[in-house]
């Protein structure tokens, strides 16, 4: 049985202020969340904040990226050793904004999710189609081509304890949802893809759907059997709304 995960992936909003009233507002409604994992992906500037203010609670916390580099001359960059010298657990790779909007190619997703595993960060790496890849009926091998350039680099084992967080491009953002459906069968090749490789880790992994996930469909989009979870982008900016979400996990 996979234990359902609810993040949230901030993005570049907040600030110390809103971050407090957020996270107080989380914390509040957490005991009405019986099963689920529950964490949130910050802006790095504040990560140290965050940690504060969520030190003995059960939410978890990471970064939105992180450098293929330990440490040097890479002005802007943030290593691994870095995040997890304030706690983090979580830091996401692939992200579609990452990938189009600065340069990040399935090599340089590859080379993250290696360094970050194995520094003891879980890799939640982002994977999903376009909506012209989707129209020309080409999102299997889309995903299965970005699941790949991971797998070559790290093998099929490194999977395993990692989290794979299925955000097709055009739903994120956007209001429009991928339908139940269609992200269930999304998942399922996912893991029949990964079941080619090793069954166990295909059972084991959790897949997160991602795109326009709200209070409003979470439930049917969790009920689905190979969905494990949501990477919240707008949603996990109100609490009550993401609060909701987690609740429908479980
Ligand atoms: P939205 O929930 O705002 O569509 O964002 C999803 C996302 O990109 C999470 O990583």
Same mark, same amino acid.
């Given at each position: ?6 993040? +949230? ?15 107080? !507002? ?13 964490? #949130? ?18 939410? +978890? @916390?990471?970064?939105?990226? #992180? ?8 002005? !802007? ?9 304030? +706690? ?24 993250? @999710?290696? #360094? ?20 020309? +009926? ?30 097709? #491009? ?18 399922? @090749? ?25 209070? !409003? ?24 709304? @993401? ?8």
């Amino acid at each position: 049985m996979r234990q359902p995960i609810i993040a +949230g992936n901030w993005k570049m909003n907040g600030s110390r202020e809103s971050i407090k009233a957020l996270l107080d !507002g989380i914390k509040a409604g957490m005991g009405d969340v019986k099963s689920a994992e529950v964490a #949130v992906c910050v802006p790095s500037i504040y990560i140290a904040d965050v940690a504060e203010q969520l030190k003995g609670t059960d939410i +978890g @916390f990471g970064g939105q990226n #992180v450098s293929t580099e330990e440490k040097g001359a890479f002005t !802007g960059e943030i290593s691994t050793s870095m995040l997890l010298d304030f +706690g983090c657990k979580y830091v996401l790779v692939g992200h579609s904004e990452r990938r189009s909007l600065y340069g990040e190619d399935d090599a340089v997703v590859a080379a993250k @999710f290696a #360094v970050a595993r194995k520094a003891g960060l879980i890799p939640v790496l982002c994977i999903g189609e376009t909506l012209e890849e989707r129209e020309n +009926g080409t999102t299997e091998a889309v995903v299965a081509r970005q699941l790949d350039a991971v797998i070559d680099v790290d093998g099929i084992d490194a999977i395993a304890d990692c989290i794979i967080a299925y955000e097709p #491009v055009w739903a994120i953002g956007t209001g429009k949802t991928a339908t139940p459906q269609q992200a269930q069968d999304v998942h399922a @090749f996912i893991r029949s893809k990964l079941a080619d490789k090793s069954k166990d880790v295909a059972d084991k992994v959790r897949i997160q759907y991602g795109g326009s996930m709200n209070a !409003g469909n979470a439930a049917e989009l969790l009920s689905q059997p190979d969905i494990d979870g949501g990477l919240i982008g707008g949603a996990s900016l109100v609490a009550e709304d @993401f609060l909701t979400i987690c609740k429908a996990a479980g």
